[in-house]
């Protein structure tokens, strides 16, 4: 199944980490702005997609040299860019989704983009904000996180609690607990080896693990 790598306007924060993310038949997206990413790589998107107002004329000329599609909508619109380009890459029907920089600039965006995630209809889909460094995902039953010994691994609770919280391989571990939206119970644990385990009895759990 390919995989979809969506780059948004965010920051960064290593090009080699995010290079590392990369396979060879991967799908690229440039949500707006975003585009830079792909090009910071040597890379060329396939589509790319937005109002196009933080697309530089430059990046943009590069893409109309290269035949990149290019999706233009109006400045006023009800979407982020991010959104568009999501709804564009479920047309690929891909198994996987990668949101590449969606996350550091602005919080009102950091935040919307990590809402995106939670999306109902994408619960199917493996979909997750990684920029190799930190990734983010929401778990709904079940997931599993993978790294290396000493990475970081929060479990914030989304909009209300969530139930029935079980992890394994993680430092400090949780058995049948609850952890609430106003509390920071599951905050900044560490994996004990390269996978841990979490599930969930109820809620919507949102996952974040930081790469040392």
């Keep these: 199944m390919p995989r979809v790598l969506i780059f948004a306007n965010g920051q960064l924060p290593n090009l080699d980490s995010a290079r590392a993310l990369l396979r060879a038949d991967d799908i690229l997206i440039g949500a707006d702005g975003g585009t830079r990413h792909i090009f910071a790589l040597g890379l060329s998107p396939r589509l790319i997609v937005g109002d196009l107002d933080s697309l530089t004329d430059s990046d943009k000329a590069k893409a ?3 035949n990149v599609q290019i999706v233009k909508y109006p400045r006023d619109k009800n979407e982020t ?11 690929f029907a891909p198994e996987t989704i990668l949101v590449v920089a969606a996350l550091g600039n602005r919080l009102d965006q950091t935040l919307a983009n990590l809402a995106l995630l939670s999306e109902p209809s994408l619960a199917a889909l493996n979909l997750r904000a990684n920029d190799g460094v930190e990734e983010a995902f929401f778990c709904q039953e079940q997931a599993e996180v993978r790294g290396r010994r000493g ?3 929060s479990l914030i609770p989304w ?7 079980r992890t394994n391989g993680l430092k400090w571990p949780l058995s049948d607990e ?3 939206p106003h509390k ?5 644990n560490e994996l004990l080896d390269e996978t841990a385990s979490i599930a ?5 759990l949102l996952i974040v693990h930081r790469r040392l």
Excluded at 84 to 90: P, S, V
Excluded at 184 to 188: I, K, N, P
């Design 64 to 66: 109309i040299a290269e």
């Design 81 to 91: 860019d991010l959104e568009l380009a999501i709804q564009h890459a479920r047309e």
């Design 151 to 153: 990475d970081l691994v």
């Design 159 to 165: 909009g209300d609690a969530v139930e029935g919280v």
């Design 178 to 180: 609850t952890l609430y």
């Design 184 to 188: 920071t119970r599951g905050v900044s």
């Design 200 to 204: 969930i009895r109820s809620g919507l």
